[in-house]
């Protein structure tokens, strides 16, 4: 490990040297003048070479003060700036959201720029994950999809989410258009793995017993989801509140409607117990749009 002198040592030098008094660097640092003093001696042995003559009234730097001076109101020039540049950072109007990627994707970005319309002073960062991730260091604010029994301590619920069948406009079932529930059992289905409930729920629902559930396409990602049914691949059973972009553009339809609510819910919770303005704002805002 390299030796070097301690920082208050050095700016102890500094602030002599510029009034060529340890009396007025103790006013400007807060420090008595013998503790100046002292760290100015220190400095000196550290180097192994004297910085200042001292007269019985006056101090005056030495050749070796004279070349040492430069370079090192540079370097405490550059630890200033840094320093001011992190607490800027801290204090700036940031917000950091952390949510499952698919809803960061379909859901979490057309309402950002409806919060930023009305906010615009207020910088929205979106952390989006596939899996469950521990990111407490990061967000101020977590939106999370969980079944009820697993929601997050003092998490808020967003909704409710209800479920969709969906498939892109020109599918068909043995060369029909998909149109009824009837047509299911010989459909192409399009799994999501880690949400095999779905399926399963939604033949509950309609009594389709004896339904083979495990062919088709699997994925572990929503979104590749949604785009294996855009590309007529077959069918997907997901959560309503992420398909608007999908039956907005037309790539995707529900070919028939049902009401069954999801096993898992949306939640949002601020993680942090010191949460900024900017972000209790936001949450609000998110809160009540989830609520309309």
């Known amino acids: 490990m390299k030796n070097t002198p301690y920082l208050n040592f050095v700016r102890s030098f500094e602030a002599a040297a510029r009034h060529l008094s340890f009396t007025a660097a103790a006013e400007e640092l807060n420090y008595t003048q013998s503790a100046i003093s002292n760290h100015v001696r220190s400095l000196e042995e550290f180097i192994g070479r004297p910085l200042f003559i001292r007269y019985p009234r006056s101090l005056a730097l030495t050749t070796l003060g004279e070349a040492y001076l430069p370079s090192i109101r540079h370097a405490l020039s550059e630890i200033d700036k840094s320093t001011e540049a992190i607490i800027t950072t801290l204090h700036e109007k940031k917000v950091v959201v952390s949510c499952p990627a698919s809803l960061a994707q379909n859901w979490l970005a057309q309402i950002v720029p409806q919060f930023n319309a009305v906010h615009p002073d207020i910088t929205v960062a979106i952390h989006g994950n596939l899996w469950a991730v521990d990111d407490t260091n990061v967000a101020d604010i977590k939106i999370t999809s969980a079944r009820r029994e697993d929601a997050p301590q003092d998490a808020q619920l967003l909704w409710r989410e209800k479920l969709a069948v969906v498939c892109a406009p020109d599918y068909q079932v043995a060369g029909r258009p998909l ?27 309609f009594g389709l017993s004896n339904w083979n559930l495990a062919s088709g396409a699997q994925t572990n990602s929503l979104d590749v989801a949604l785009e294996l049914a855009a590309n007529g691949q077959g069918c997907a059973i997901l959560p309503k509140s992420l398909l608007g972009n999908y039956l907005r553009r037309g790539l995707l339809i529900e070919p028939f409607e049902f009401e069954l609510e999801s096993p898992w819910s949306c939640y949002i919770t601020q993680i942090k117990p010191e949460t900024s303005k900017p972000a209790q704002i936001l949450h609000g805002f998110l809160a009540e749009h989830a609520a309309r």
């Not at 529930?181 to 095999?196: C, K, S």
Request: proline share 0%; aromatic share 12%; hydrophobic share 50%.
């Open 179 to 205: 149109s009824e529930v009837a047509q299911m059992r010989d459909a192409q289905l399009i799994h999501l793995l880690g949400r095999t409930a779905y399926w399963q729920a939604f033949a509950e629902m």
